[in-house]
């Protein structure tokens, strides 16, 4: 099912066999922008119908008619997009004020895949963080229909060298301590037979503070998890490393090179071996300024974060000087013309906000934060969007999901402006429908604090 590269169109290819003709359900959109593609020039003063949770139809105004019977729902001035992907970040950690492993429940997460969904969200990956079996059961119930919320897609528990796995304290119990080869193999298979989406392993020596995962452990992550037909997502932080990952056949790297810029070479190696690159700007970003950041006071990094939260994090700029963010600036400029080149280069660049991966780096608002600073390291909007939609399926394989061509899903939102005109846009928005409901934000805005 989900993950093995066999995904696919099971359950909703059956969903659209057998459903029933045009009913009273069925809703007719008229008026909106709509990107249908973020790779193509928008539909103006589109109208598409939807039925059964699918896009039945898409087209220039005149070109359809609302069959007897739909709702029409008149959206002028709007501006529809698909529901953007996220597929890096680590749910369940924070809760409210708190950052621990204790927090990691089936409602925390749930919660969390409400927050996003709010935020017009379809689908996330958990990057390798996960306990326990709930994240699947989650799966299982979304699958079957049972439960709302973005998509939860799982990478199960990641793996590295014994204490090289994620940064933080409190996730670091849920990766795996590998010393050997065999171990290594061992580890992959768990994890496969749990059905993962992918297998994580980390790479980085966190500034020297610990041993980094030894060549010899991930090249046999690597070859195990390829046996059995599952993708690897190896975090990077080093240019040697990266290379190395992928001559050793990495598919994607679930960050940006971040000790230098990125040589001839490795733009090479990541084009010859079609590696994906989340860039991971966010995180990185948000420690590089002095005075508290105007998104604090926007209205949807309020609605889905605990207003203590916001505080808290208002109250971290406090004793910051140009001089103590001087080096979080210096990394984050390495970052940004390294996401200028791979771009300049064309190579795949995804989306992965990482939200979660830290205190405080909350989820939701960060993946249109993330959007933005792509943009802001030069990027355009439609390139942004592309890779947040069309990109991020693909990579899912989720074949029905990214475009709103006829068909896909009908997982929707509605801005109140164009995004491709200012990406802030992906913001401001009007309402969210995923797979053809529209989500209740005013019932989910009510339980979030
Ligand atoms: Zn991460």
Excluded: C
Excluded at 50 to 64: E, F, H, M, P, S
Excluded at 78 to 106: C, E, M, W
Excluded at 377 to 401: E, I, K, Y
Aim: net charge positive; proline share 5%.
């Amino acid at each position: 099912m989900r993950g093995n590269g066999v995904r696919g169109n099971g359950l909703f290819g059956l969903l659209l066999a057998v459903s029933l003709p045009l009913g009273a359900a069925s809703m007719f959109f008229e008026g909106a922008r709509v990107i249908v593609d973020a790779r193509r020039p928008p539909l103006e003063n589109a109208t598409f119908l939807v039925d059964n949770g699918r896009i039945v139809k898409i087209g220039k105004a005149g070109t359809l008619k609302a069959p007897a019977g739909a709702r029409r729902i008149d959206l002028a001035g709007k501006t529809v997009i698909p529901a953007l992907i996220d597929p890096h970040v680590h749910l369940g950690y924070q809760k409210g004020l708190s950052y621990a492993a204790a927090n990691f429940t089936r409602e925390n997460v749930i919660d969390q895949l409400n927050r996003d969904a709010y935020a017009g969200i379809a689908a996330v990956l958990s990057m390798g963080t996960d306990l326990g079996d709930f994240p699947f059961q989650i799966r299982a119930e979304q699958e079957a229909g049972k439960l709302g919320g973005a998509l939860l897609f799982t990478a199960g528990r990641g793996m590295a060298a014994p204490n090289a796995g994620p940064g933080n304290a409190e996730l670091k119990p849920s990766a795996y301590d590998l010393t050997t080869e065999d171990e290594a193999r061992k580890a992959v298979r768990e994890q496969v037979a749990r059905k993962v989406a992918f297998i994580k392993v980390w790479v980085d020596d966190r500034n020297g503070a610990v041993k980094k995962t030894p060549p010899a452990i991930y090249r046999a992550i690597i070859d195990e998890a390829h046996k059995l037909h599952t993708r690897v997502v190896a975090h990077v932080y080093y240019l040697d490393d990266a290379k190395d990952l992928a001559r050793a056949g990495a598919d994607a790297f679930a960050h940006l090179v971040r000790d230098k810029e990125m040589d001839d070479e490795s733009i090479a190696l990541v084009q010859q071996h079609k590696i994906l690159i989340m860039p991971n700007l966010g995180i990185a970003e948000a420690r590089t300024h002095v005075d508290p950041a105007p998104w604090l006071d926007e209205p949807l990094f309020r609605d889905v974060t605990p207003a203590a939260l916001v505080e808290r994090i208002r109250a971290a700029y406090s004793g910051r000087t140009p001089a103590s963010v001087e080096a979080t600036q210096k990394t984050y400029r390495t970052m940004q013309r390294n996401v200028a080149k791979l771009v300049a280069a064309g190579a795949n660049v995804g989306f992965g906000a990482d939200s979660g991966a830290a205190p405080d780096y909350f989820h939701a608002f960060t993946t249109h934060r993330e959007l933005q600073l792509m943009v802001e390291a030069g990027m355009t909007p439609a390139q942004a969007l592309t890779a947040v939609t069309a990109t991020s399926a693909a990579f899912l394989r989720l074949s029905d999901r990214g475009t709103l061509e006829a068909g896909k899903a009908a997982d929707f939102v509605v801005l109140d402006g164009n995004p491709l005109a200012d990406i802030a846009y992906t913001r401001k928005i009007y309402k969210v429908y995923l797979r053809g409901q529209e989500v209740n934000r005013t019932a989910l805005r009510g339980a979030f604090q």
